[in-house]
């Protein structure tokens, strides 16, 4: 929230007792690039410190989510096609 209004998103599944996914996480674009979005998901891991093994997935035409996401330690896994026109990459970081 800024200003009482919403600048953004996250959806956080468990997998079981020891993995999360991050199924969802998204900023207006007015917040992007200020390293609002680092600090979320450092945020986001330090509030389940037993959790060791973090996934998600992101389109794979998507860059600056590949860029986002490595440089936080994700590492790409695979891809997944979805659809005919669809296709997803599968990052992991172990903590």
């Avoid at 900023?27 to 037993?50: T, W």
Wanted: aromatic share 12%.
């Amino acid at each position: 929230m800024s200003d009482n209004a919403i600048i953004g998103a996250i959806d956080i599944r468990p997998l079981d007792e020891n993995r999360l996914r991050l199924s969802k996480f998204f900023l207006r674009n007015e917040f992007q690039n200020k390293g609002l979005g680092s600090k979320i998901i450092k945020l986001m891991e330090s509030e389940f410190p037993l959790i060791k093994d973090w996934s998600l997935y992101t389109p794979y035409l998507n860059k600056r989510n590949h860029h986002f996401y490595e440089k936080l330690g994700y590492i790409k896994i695979c891809g997944v096609q979805v659809t005919e026109k669809l296709q997803l990459f599968k990052y992991e970081k172990k903590l």
